[in-house]
């Protein structure tokens, strides 16, 4: 039973996807409610993948392994040589991206109500794209990896392109030319990886290259694996992204579906860090310590330019694109930190950035659903026709900018302490970022909420009510509780930080 | 030859080349002497059957041993059985799609040639994958070539088709000019037409002078056969020939044409060039050392091939560019030889997932072509609200052609790409290239899907499906997305039948 569990968590969206396309294209109703239904087992299954390692059993029981392919036919030499196989496992770090990415998915598939036409379309593509995200957390080997990553990359082109605002088919090419240009670089490096050593197994990886094993092909020169890890850092920081790759991100951010924003700022930029935790770090970690002064200075670059941008932006979306960009800054330094409370913050900040974008994000779709902007110049006051809604935003804005006792501070909090101790010009530099975050989200909640009213009717009751409070409540509730008890995120990526401490030769 | 020595040969090995052979000359029978008003559509069964049952047969002589007939002329090895088998199925869908092809201005009289010059060239190309002599080998090309030129312009009053089948014939003619003189030299260098032969002498073969020679012949024919395969800078007759040929006859010169070129490349350059020395030591065989005119030409035509079809608004002309590009990502595996370990393995994968998509593809142009009268690439709007399955399958062919995972065409660049690598030194730029060649052709083929599911609705005509294009867009479509996420299935009934072609690497 175990075995097949985690194949059952990825593929459960299977059972929504069916649903959905077996329904007529215009009952609107039942297909919403079909789709969010959907989300529902990959939702409990994690939650009971997670209450199983609570209780004691160990994650790595529930990994399956299956042969699937055979490339060549060399079994005379091996009979394991470039085989691929079908294999899912689990560790306290996918764990924990594989909760985020169902609780996200369920959310923000209950804020696709807000989507207007083409329902079937939208909720088969949703779903597609919940198995992709699921799959890349629990891929055991690198093929694997990136057929669920491209998985994610097809159903998004699509939602972005036809569900978004005015200019989002541009959006949508940019979306998929960037991407398209990061996975091909990430393809080379993960085919010259499984070309010479005849494997993609993530685990047989990490040991060949850091322990050096025997190669029955041409060997991978020491100068290659320099390329291979700055290749996949590089694949993965587009994905991220960090300063010279964002470009792609703001569009996106501006022009997709704010359901689709929650999934994008939420799980499908983690992707990145995950990638850089995983491939980089873990596999090259003799090279990715030497590149280590060069993460932290484009996480620092990112993280002053996001937030320099952000102060002058007037629509909200774009505010929040560039902070993104700017807390995905914060990721890279933590990953540059090379020490544990660096790599610990990275990972939290990811956890909390992922929670905050999407609630950020919900409450745009909401406010995009009654006003039909996010330009801040046309809002103000809506802390007198939407109080309830500006509370949110404010809690909401504040966590993003680290306040104490929300998830945000406890990460920037580690990522600077790890920083400190490892590269303490670059961390008394970036300083200065955390100002400008402070001012640019007061500044965007501040001139939504307060000011002159003059966009909407005061009289008109436009709060949030009923099913709106869910997402809203759900997000902000995880937020204070990792801010309050940041253990429970520790806990789990306990040991995968361990390993990676002891392959840096930890500090 | 006496009638003894006519009779001892084991004819069963050339049973599917009979049984085509026999249904085609039925066929031009049947025709001729049945009266105008029956309907020539139906005829398309009969050579449907006549596929079919070569098919079987050719299943049945799976487990022959390697036989060579007519004094080692006719070779039946693992290389053929192999190459056969996709030729059929490309030919058996071709044959479907050709069934219901129905152009404006009609194809009257002409439709039973139609058919069984479809047969005739697929012999021709049957002939190729099995000969073991020049002579055979440049029969069963031309064959081939002066069916398909005439299949090209079988709509006679059509100005574009008289266009393009001159285009054709002109270009065809001189590149098998340029094959047979190079042929010649190789004749002039072994005094031999038999391929055997000609190895081993050419395996012997250290003197400077005879090699410079050699590689004069190497370079005619490939240049002679790079017309055939479509291959930069060689090029210029695919996109005019394809947009004014039929589109059935469109896609069997990107397909099985192209595939035939694949073949005979590959028999004489392995079976010659591979193990003749580069040099006057013998420290690298001749392939090995010229490998390079043939990657640049490789990286030539990925590079010709994405970026012009990104320029492209009509459909045929798109795809002829589209696979131009593909014979380029084909030409990098002949190129690397694969690695030494992958290479017939990834040319034949690569090759069946060609067949399923692109023969998908034009399924498609042909429906909504001869719906609308336009061959435009906006012809495809708004497809995904009127007629989302047609959508569906047609999305699974542009996404395995630009090699998404989850399909046949991810699995067959992975092959290639992983013979790029394995070698020391790896073939980065080739690969380079490739990758870059791969993302440009998202813009396209991205762009025919924008048109499908973000454009409103071109023109409120339902697309009616005849059932023959229907079968061969579920056969398509299946076949795509399961060897795609099963390639196993493929890749061992390749290693269980026909092992690791060591019958037609080692045994000439």
């Known amino acids: ?507 | 030859m006496d009638l003894n020595t006519m009779l001892s040969y084991n004819w069963g090995a050339m049973m599917p080349e009979f049984i085509i052979l026999g249904t085609t000359m039925a066929l031009s029978i049947l025709d001729l002497f049945w009266p105008v008003h029956f309907n020539r559509r139906k005829l398309a069964w009969f050579a449907l059957t006549g596929i079919i049952l070569a098919c079987l047969s050719l299943i049945s002589l799976f487990s022959f041993e390697t036989v060579s007939i007519l004094s080692d002329t006719f070779r039946l090895d693992s290389f053929a059985k192999a190459f056969k088998l996709l030729l059929l199925i490309g030919a058996g869908l071709i044959i479907l799609l050709a069934h219901s092809y129905e152009p404006k201005e009609g194809l009257r009289e002409h439709r039973g040639e139609f058919y069984y010059l479809f047969l005739t060239a697929l012999l021709g190309a049957m002939i190729m994958t099995s000969s073991g002599d020049l002579i055979t080998l440049f029969v069963g090309l031309e064959l081939l070539s002066l069916s398909s030129y005439i299949l090209v312009g079988i709509r006679k009053r059509d100005r574009s088709a008289n266009e393009a089948s001159m285009k054709y014939v002109i270009n065809g003619g001189i590149s098998t000019a340029i094959t047979l003189f190079g042929m010649s030299y190789l004749y002039g260098v072994t005094g031999s037409v038999n391929l055997g032969e000609m190895s081993r002498t050419m395996a012997a073969m250290t003197d400077g002078q005879l090699q410079y020679i050699m590689g004069l012949a190497f370079f005619m024919v490939f240049v002679g056969l790079s017309f055939k395969i479509a291959a930069a800078p060689f090029h210029m007759w695919a996109p005019d020939v394809y947009e004014g040929a039929p589109t059935p006859v469109a896609a069997f010169l990107s397909v099985i044409s192209k595939m035939a070129g694949f073949v005979i490349l590959l028999r004489i350059f392995l079976s010659l060039f591979l193990t003749a020395p580069g040099d006057a030591f013998g420290a690298l065989d001749f392939l090995e050392k010229n490998n390079i005119y043939i990657a640049s030409m490789a990286g030539l035509t990925i590079i010709i091939g994405n970026v012009v079809a990104l320029r492209q608004q009509n459909l045929k002309r798109l795809f002829a560019y589209s696979s131009i590009a593909h014979a380029g990502y084909l030409l990098v595996a002949v190129a690397t030889l694969g690695g030494g370990y992958f290479l017939l393995d990834t040319i034949w994968y690569y090759l069946l997932a060609y067949v399923l998509m692109n023969i998908g593809v034009f399924a498609v142009i042909q429906l909504l072509s001869s719906q609308s009268g336009s061959e435009d690439i906006s012809v495809l709007a708004g497809l995904g609200r009127k007629s989302p399955y047609l959508a569906l399958a047609f999305t699974i062919y542009i996404l395995s052609l630009a090699g998404i995972p989850g399909t046949t065409g991810f699995i067959g660049k992975l092959n290639i790409f992983l013979g790029t690598f394995i070698t020391e030194p790896g073939h980065f730029v080739l690969a380079g290239i490739m990758i870059a060649g791969t993302v440009v052709s998202y813009v396209y083929y991205f762009g025919l899907l924008v048109q499908i599911f973000f454009r409103p609705i071109h023109s409120d005509k339902v697309v009616k499906i005849r059932s023959g294009v229907s079968v061969v867009l579920i056969i398509c479509a299946i076949g795509t997305v399961l060897f795609g996420l099963f390639p196993n299935i493929a890749f061992d009934f390749l290693h269980d039948q026909f092992g690791d072609f060591t019958d037609f690497i080692s045994s000439e």
């Open chain 1, 1 to 507: 039973m175990n075995a097949y569990l985690l194949s059952l968590l990825v593929f459960s969206p299977l059972l929504g996807i069916l649903m959905v396309a077996l329904m007529p294209k215009n009952e609107e109703r039942t297909i919403k409610q079909f789709g969010f239904f959907g989300t529902l087992p990959p939702l409990f299954l994690s939650f009971f993948l997670c209450s199983q390692h609570y209780s004691g059993v160990a994650l790595s029981s529930f990994n399956i392994k299956l042969d699937w392919i055979r490339f060549g036919n060399l079994e005379m030499y091996d009979p394991k040589l470039f085989t691929v196989n079908f294999e899912l496992g689990l560790d306290g770090l996918s764990l924990i991206f594989i909760l985020l990415t169902t609780i996200i998915s369920s959310l923000a598939a209950m804020a696709s109500i807000y989507i207007k036409q083409g329902w079937k379309g939208y909720y088969l593509l949703f779903l597609i794209l919940e198995i992709g995200m699921l799959g890349v957390f629990t891929a055991e080997n690198l093929i694997l990896f990136f057929i669920f990553f491209e998985m994610t990359l097809i159903p998004a082109f699509f939602l972005i392109g036809r569900w978004g605002f005015l200019e989002r088919e541009k959006a949508s090419y940019h979306f998929l030319i960037y991407n398209g240009i990061g996975s091909a670089i990430l393809l080379v490096a993960i085919l010259i990886l499984f070309a010479r050593t005849g494997t993609t197994n993530i685990a047989a990886l990490t040991q060949m290259m850091t322990m050096g094993g025997v190669s029955l092909f041409a060997p991978i020169s020491s100068s290659m694996k320099y390329g291979l890890c700055l290749a996949f850092v590089i694949a993965f920081a587009i994905k991220l992204p960090v300063f010279p790759f964002h470009s792609w991100m703001v569009r996106v951010h501006a022009e997709a579906p704010p359901a689709i924003v929650m999934i994008h700022a939420g799980v499908l930029l983690k992707i990145g860090a995950y990638g850089i935790i995983r491939f980089g770090m873990g596999i090259f970690p003799e090279q990715y310590k030497s590149l280590a002064f060069g993460i932290v200075l484009m996480g620092v670059i990112s993280f002053l330019y996001g937030a320099l941008l952000a102060l002058v932006q007037t629509d909200f979306k774009l505010v929040l694109a560039y902070s993104s960009i700017s807390h995905m800054g914060i990721v890279m330094m933590g990953l540059g930190a090379l020490n544990e409370a660096g790599l610990q913050g990275a990972i939290f900040q990811v956890i909390s950035h992922g929670l905050i974008a999407a609630m950020l994000f919900f409450l745009v779709g909401a406010l995009t659903e009654r006003s039909g902007t996010v330009m801040l110049p046309k809002l103000g006051g809506l802390a007198k026709s939407m109080p309830v809604f500006s509370g949110f935003m404010l809690a909401c804005g504040l966590a993003s900018l680290g306040l104490p006792g929300m998830s945000g501070f406890i990460s920037e909090f580690m990522v600077f302490l790890g920083l400190f101790k490892s590269q303490p010009v670059l961390a008394a530099i970036s300083v200065i970022g955390l100002v400008l975050t402070a001012v640019y989200i007061l500044r965007a909640v501040m001139l939504m909420t307060f000011g002159k009213n003059d966009s909407l009717v005061e009289k008109e009751k436009l709060d949030l009510e009923g099913w709106e409070f869910i997402p809203a409540l759900v997000l902000l509730g995880l937020i204070l509780l990792i801010g309050v008890f940041p253990n429970l995120l520790g806990g789990p990526l306990q040991g995968t930080i361990e390993a990676m401490m002891l392959a840096l030769g930890g500090r």
